[in-house]
């Protein structure tokens, strides 16, 4: 079985190496001319732990990249991954490059061969999709569509891939199934991952709504944060009492600066406005306030830093993180970009350091001064606020960081920091939803 995979960004690219280390001739394809010659040349376009040592194993071998569409004709399977990012004009979802992926593909599909969404689309996608494949294909050519949802966290994309927690097979027959165990077989019975056969719109649904809830439990915690520092309780602690309910569980109740990324905020959104068209807005307007309590996690941080430092202007700050996760290059609507450069337009100073983000960053924020180094960052910093969850800045000596600052103040955006060693190198300590 030869497998195409269209648009190479995070999701594709991994996905095409993920095919190959299953053991298909697997060919990506995208219109980005510098991103498939990086990819042909094995190396990474962004960073993801894991991915470069596939690259480096397949192409030259079964897999390959190009920018000529053509070379997909000969592939059973070709999987549409490329991106939907919110519309510059609404908050729907833009369709633009799936449309654009479907319809350069379709001149080359063989009979008996399947196509796979695997991006996150609005509901209803998948068949207008499919009509239009019928519509523009001769009627000799037999071409199905089936959904195949990703689940991907970006810093474990390629484990995600090879070893997912699930399987949702979107599909229109029982044949389109059977090519779908078929692809992920070994995945099936090596790592007995759970396999749920559903119709297409519920195969569109489930990535959009596993990221509604995920999203809706980060802005709780973060709620309850807010109320947190009025009344002097702990999050931290709130958090972890309420966790050992196994109906809520302890994952994603870590109070902050809240999510980011390129998949929740515009997801979320995304499907607020498609409940809209569907005439069921009001099932999903709690996700309003859901994208308004993070959003205000970001401004909180910049009255923090205000009050903690007695204003802003002329004051020199230093952020620490401008992914929007660890083990990411992903600035995408970044909590610790976004106040970065909330601060740099009130007149402060800021230095920014990431381990990996940092020219992704300077792309969005130019303005904004780099530096090389955690030690460079916090040089004469007035304040050092804590953005993105590094391991080595929670491994950061107090002391020895103390000695750099011009005030030892901190903000713990992410409450991973030792607050009591903090405190006893004579830092002024703030975590959020902490007394």
Known sequence: MRIS????????????????????????????KAKIASLQAATMPFYEPEFEPLLEKHVGGRLRFTTDFAEVADADVHFVCVGTPQQG??????????????DAIIPHLKDGS?????STVPVGTAERLAERIETLTPDSVNVELAWNPEFLREGFA???TLHPDRLVLGVPSAGAEQILREVYARTIEEDRTPVVVTDLPTAELVKVAAN????TKIS???????ICEITGADVTLLADAIGYDDRIGRKFLNAGVGFGGGCLPKDIRAFSARAGELGAAASVAFLAEVDAINLRRREHVVELVRGQVGGLVGRRIAVLGAAFKPNSDDVRDSPA???????????????VYDPKAMGNAAKIFPTLDYSDSVEECVHGADAVLHLTEWPEFRELDPETLGGKVAQRVVI???NCLDREAYKAAGWTYLGLGRS
């Open 337 to 351: 970009l976004s106040i970065a450069g909330q601060l740099h337009l009130a007149g402060a100073s800021v230095s």
């Open 5 to 32: 995979v269209i648009g190479t960004g995070y999701l594709g690219a991994v996905h095409a190496a993920g095919m190959a280390e299953l053991g298909f001739e697997v060919v990506g394809v995208d219109v980005d």
């Open 220 to 226: 709780f915690i973060n709620a309850m944060s807010e």
């Open 114 to 118: 399947l196509v796979v969404g695997k």
């Open 412 to 414: 713990d955006g992410r």
């Open 89 to 102: 004009s609404s908050l729907a979802a833009d369709m633009t490059y799936v449309d654009a992926a479907v």
């Open 212 to 215: 509604s809830f995920l999203a």
């Open 158 to 160: 390629v484990q995600d």
